[in-house]
């Protein structure tokens, strides 16, 4: 049986997956090695882990149903993160109820089916993952869900200062889709499985 590390995220509208790739390109041009782009889509993570491919339909279904409830979901960048230690950069996304409680639901609903002994094969680029980008995955539930749940999208690593004064917040969007993705290095929205447009559901 198949097995894949995959990604539940939303995707933000376009101006703001615009943002992301510029921003990150200034970033790249400094030395950071996480290109985003179409192989590698800006994004914010719901839940990560491993599924069986015979579940794909399952969760599909799972997928549609919470984005007709959520709808074209409105949400804010309200500044950027910097980890001092790894050098990771992020937009901030503002954990209001309604992304709180998209990301609950979603690890109560496909949790369940999810699988965390993670090894190089399950993801799309199996040649190019380090062992960080397994840990990344196995540890998603124990510390980055539920209370440690931090909603962002990350822009690659490197010096905050390089792109500090590039963006004015707050930034007001919507998410435009509720997604599945295999993941790629860096933890990425790699190879997109399914998917499903927010904006269907909020007319």
Partial sequence: MEQMAINIALIPEDKVK??????????VDKGSKLILGNNAVPHITLLQ???DQEQINIIGSILESEAQEYGKMSLIIDGFYFGPMSKAIWLNVKKDNNIDSLHRKIIDLVEPYLYYNVDKSMFADPNE????????????ISKSSLDDYKPHITLGFGKLEDIANKVNFPIEFK????A???????CTCSKEILSYDLYLFSL
């Avoid at 993952?129 to 998603?140: G, N, P, S």
């Avoid at 599945?180 to 860096?186: A, C, E, I, R, T």
Wanted: proline content about 0%; cysteine-free; hydrophobic content about 45%.
């Fill in 18 to 27: 615009d943002l992301s790739i510029s921003l990150n390109k200034d970033l």
């Fill in 180 to 186: 599945m993705y295999q993941l790629g290095k860096y």
């Fill in 49 to 51: 882990g491993v599924l």
């Fill in 175 to 178: 998410a435009s889709k509720l």
């Fill in 129 to 140: 993952i380090e062992d960080v980008f397994i840990k990344w995955v196995q540890d998603f």
